[in-house]
């Protein structure tokens, strides 16, 4: 792996490496400067014996101001 597990994001698999990820986002801006995103994100794991998988949705609200 070429990142130590301290330094990975959460997003895939909770964090961690060894793992194969792809994702589908949805952006929609609801009026000036607000939006939300929807994502969903399937991990899998790469060199284990047990194929883990692991689907997370995500729903971020942004504002600016």
Known sequence: DAVPDGWT???YRGGGTDVRAGFTSLQWGW???VS???RYVNARSI???VT???GTWQLDFNARF
């Open 31 to 33: 009026a000036r400067n």
């Open 47 to 49: 060199d284990l014996p």
């Open 52 to 54: 883990y998988r692991v």
């Open 9 to 11: 994001t959460g997003d």
């Open 36 to 38: 939300s995103t929807l």
